[in-house]
C-alpha cells in the first residue's frame, strides 16, 4: 500500500513540475494584483489562472498524499517498537567505582633529617 501511495507522489511532484515550468516567469505574480492589472476572460492572461490553479492542486495533493500515507506506516504508529524491546533498561547493579592506576605510587613523608 505505502508503494502506492510513493508512485502517486512522485506522479504529483513530476507534474507540480511540468506545471511550474511553463508559466511564464515574467506573469507579474502578486505584483500585477497589487498594480491593477487583471485578467482577460478570453485571452492569454487567462493561461496563468489555471496554471496557477493546477500548482496549488498537485502541491495541495502531494501534501494530502504525504498526510494519509504516514497512517500506513508500521502500523500507524511510526515507531518501530522491536527495537525498543531489545533496549535493556533495568539496572541490577551499580555503577562500577573508577579504579586507581596501577602505576602511581604514593608519596612517603620524609622523616630522615639530614
Not at 478570453?42 to 495533493?61: H, P
Not at 508500521?74 to 562500577?96: F, H, M, Y
Amino acid at each position: 500500500m505505502i508503494i502506492l501511495f510513493l508512485v502517486l507522489i512522485v506522479l504529483a511532484c513530476v507534474a507540480l513540475g511540468f506545471v511550474v515550468l511553463i508559466q511564464n516567469p515574467k506573469g507579474g505574480g502578486l505584483s500585477a494584483n497589487v498594480g491593477g492589472l487583471s485578467n482577460n476572460f478570453m485571452g492569454v492572461k487567462q493561461t496563468t489562472d489555471v496554471l496557477e490553479k493546477g500548482t496549488w492542486i498537485f502541491a495541495s495533493i502531494i501534501a494530502i498524499l504525504a498526510l494519509v500515507s504516514s497512517l500506513f506506516l508500521k502500523g500507524g504508529s511510526g515507531v518501530d517498537n522491536s527495537v525498543l524491546q531489545k533496549v535493556n533498561t533495568t539496572t541490577s547493579q551499580p555503577a562500577p567505582t573508577p579504579a586507581v592506576p596501577a602505576n602511581t605510587t604514593t608519596a612517603t613523608p620524609d622523616t630522615g633529617k639530614k
